[in-house]
């Protein structure tokens, strides 16, 4: 089975333009992405999904320098990006990962894809949809087949942007999905890099933990973050409610 791990990559973020190509610990951020999902023992291959775009450019740039796969498509269509990739690929199995989470870890990413590959039958996996790792240590995977279901289904602007949609939340009676929890509810800690102070977090955290790369096991850096409040990320306090009228309002987009 062909498990590729497909980071979606913009330059264009509101809050911190740029980001995905910032430093973080002599690399950029884009590039630790990618090597922590390389030590992920189920994944075999990963791709990168940026947009079309002009602005786009540096990061296609940056792929074709290093040797890494990608792909370009419509700025506001990131799953017919995830779509194109899983062709050019031959995945048979797909791991959705944003580029500004420079802090996942391989383990979970092993755990969520195990859900599909142990479990036959199961179209979809997260560990978002029931919150309790960190946030920033996100992780979905996809059958080939659901990803065609998916495409086929979303029709809506968030669906497009989202990915996902359409099997967690406007048809998850066609889709057999499953949620993956940690033993601890740790999904108070915010490592995903959204701003200026959550890029100083990531690089303290490499810092502290990282000089001897690879990063430890995310417990680890749970543990580094209560003993060192002061530099602890918490979250801001929005989660994904499905009952709320506007439940894509904390959906991670195009990064």
């Known amino acids: ?8 990559a913009r330059m264009s973020s509101s809050r911190l333009p740029g980001k995905v190509l910032a ?3 002599g690399a950029p951020m884009l590039a630790r992405v990618i090597e922590r999902a390389r030590l992920a ?22 792929c074709r320098a290093t040797g890494v796969g990608f792909v370009r498509g419509a700025e506001n269509d990131v799953l017919s990006r ?13 791991v959705r990962l944003t580029a500004d989470c420079p802090l996942l870890d391989p383990s979970v990413i092993d755990l969520v894809v195990a859900a599909i590959t142990s479990n036959p039958g199961t179209d979809y996996a997260s560990n978002v ?3 309790s790792f960190p946030r920033g240590l996100d992780v979905e995977a996809f059958t080939r087949s659901a990803l065609r279901r998916m495409d ?5 602007p968030e669906a497009r942007e989202h990915v ?6 406007e048809y998850p009676d066609r889709f057999v999905c499953r949620s993956i929890r940690s033993d601890s509810d740790d999904s108070d800690l915010r490592w995903t890099v959204d701003t200026p102070a959550d890029l100083e977090f990531v690089r303290r955290a490499y810092q502290a933990l990282g000089p ?9 850096l749970v543990a580094w973050c209560r003993t060192n409040p002061q530099w602890a990320n918490q979250d801001d306090g929005v989660t994904w409610d499905p009952s709320r009228s506007n439940p894509l309002s904390n959906e991670r987009g195009r990064s």
């Not at 023992?41 to 940056?62: F, H, K, L, M």
């Not at 001897?212 to 680890?220: F, G, N, R």
Request: with cysteine.
């Open 23 to 25: 430093d973080v610990n």
């Open 164 to 169: 996902t949609i359409p099997a967690r939340l």
């Open 1 to 8: 089975m062909n498990v590729v791990a497909v980071v979606q």
């Open 212 to 220: 001897a790369e690879p990063l430890p096991p995310y417990p680890v």
């Open 129 to 131: 949809t029931e919150r």
């Open 152 to 156: 086929a289904l979303g029709r809506s």
């Open 82 to 94: 995830f779509v194109t990739a899983a062709d050019r690929s031959g995945a048979d199995v797909i």
């Open 41 to 62: 023992t189920q994944v075999n291959a990963v791709w990168v999904a940026c947009s079309a775009s002009p602005a786009d450019a540096p990061i296609a740039a940056w």
